[in-house]
Every structure is written in C-alpha cells, then in structure tokens.
Nanobody, 118 residues
Framework: QVQLVESGGGSVQPGGSLRLSCAVS????????MGWYRQGPGKERAMVAT???????NYADSVKGRFTISRDTAKNTIYLQMTNLKPEDTAVYYC????????????WGQGTQVTVSS
C-alpha cells in the first residue's frame, strides 16, 4: 500500500513563505497525477495545485502567481512552495496521488496544518 506523508506545515505571518513536502513511500510514478488540496475551517476540501507525470502544473485561481508545485522523481517527493501567504490560505493541506487501476483511485496523506496569522 503506497503511503503519502506530508511535512512542512506551520504558522507564519501574512506575506511569509512555507514549503510543503509530500513523500511517497513507493514510486512517484505510480500516480499519473499528484497534487495538493486544502480544507479550511467550515469549508469543503478544494484543489490547490496539481502536477502531471509529465510535469504540467495546474493551479487554483486564488493561488496563481504565489504557489508553485514541483516534483522530484529521484526523491519520490512533490513540493508546494507557498509565498506571499494570506490569512485565507489557512487550512489543512493534503497531498493527493491519483492512479489508474481500471478506474481512478485517489490516495491521500494525513494532512498538515498551515496557519497564516499576525
């Protein structure tokens, strides 16, 4: 069973930066797409950024220009570099890996808290 383990969350002031990491216990190539989702207080889980096996990234409008998703195949890890953080970015961030097993199967990490507050 492939596991996804997030790290890098924490508390930061508005305008600050954080980098989240998601380590895959097996091969990152298991997934044709990986990404980051977040769930803020009282909100539904929503896509933040995704990256395909070929390295193409896609972003939610609210984070374009501030967040960058990347992957390191050798380390079986994806990252989310977050800059110019805003209080509305406060949420639990989840790593996602999607694989094709005759149908789409989603794998999730346990989540990491990001709090943006002055």
């Amino acid at each position: 069973q492939v596991q996804l383990v997030e790290s890098g969350g924490g508390s930061v002031q508005p305008g600050g930066s954080l980098r989240l990491s998601c380590a895959v216990s097996g091969s990152i190539e298991t997934f044709y797409r990986m990404g980051w989702y977040r769930q803020g207080p009282g909100k539904e889980r929503a896509m933040v950024a995704t990256i395909t096996r070929a390295g193409f990234g896609n972003y939610a409008d609210s984070v374009k220009g501030r967040f960058t998703i990347s992957r390191d195949t050798a380390k079986n890890t994806i990252y989310l570099q977050m800059t110019n953080l805003k209080p509305e970015d406060t949420a639990v961030y989840y790593c996602n890996g999607r694989e094709w097993t005759g149908g789409e199967t989603d794998h999730w990490g346990q989540g990491t808290q990001v709090t943006v507050s002055s």
